[in-house]
């Protein structure tokens, strides 16, 4: 079985979650993990698991105006962040638009500042949102993974990301079975 991860990161935290969700999966699947700006369509097509995510900004996906700000604040001095490359591009919320019908599993995640969703929303609730529209049915709620204020990951997310992937490749695994 094929899982691909697709991420969207700024600043690199994202693509740091996405790499140990796909080390999580790779004890039952050959994993994939692909920038948004670099996924193939055929990827998508021959995925048994998608697992999708992207930073929280403005209480939801990334759009052309916060990737424009996020660009900006790492140009400041002193910022202490860099931009990962093709972060200036398009990012899942375009993506997701031009993605046509798709059938399978999926899972959804997103990163975001360390204080109560209430205040910072969660974009991984947008994405669950647009999964199902296309045809995808998530295996497991939305995950946050949690970033300090410092633009740093939270102690142990890594940790929790790799677990989160492991328990993933189980519910799907799990759901495939009871599917046949």
Not at 6 to 17: L, P
Request: proline residues 4%; charged residues 20%.
């Amino acid at each position: 079985m094929r899982a691909l991860v697709v991420y969207e990161s700024m600043y690199g935290n994202t693509r740091t979650i996405a790499t140990a969700i796909g080390a999580g999966l790779a004890a039952r699947f050959a994993v994939a993990v692909v920038a948004v700006n670099e996924v193939l369509a055929e990827q998508v097509a021959g995925a048994d698991l998608l697992v999708i995510g992207g930073p929280t900004h403005v209480r939801g996906m990334s759009r052309p105006s916060t990737r424009k700000g996020a660009v900006e604040a790492a140009h400041k001095p002193g910022s202490g962040v860099e931009l990962e490359p093709g972060s200036d591009g398009p990012g899942l919320r375009e993506w997701l638009a031009s993605l046509g019908p798709v059938r399978g599993k999926a899972a959804v995640f997103d990163t975001r500042i360390h204080m109560a969703e209430l205040v910072t929303g969660a974009a991984s609730r947008s994405i669950a949102r647009q999964l199902r529209r296309h045809g995808l049915e998530l295996v497991v709620k939305p995950e946050s993974f949690l970033v300090t204020k410092a633009n740093q990951l939270e102690a142990g997310e890594v940790v929790r990301a790799r677990g989160w992937g492991e328990h993933i490749a189980e519910m799907a695994a799990w759901e495939t079975n009871a599917d046949a």
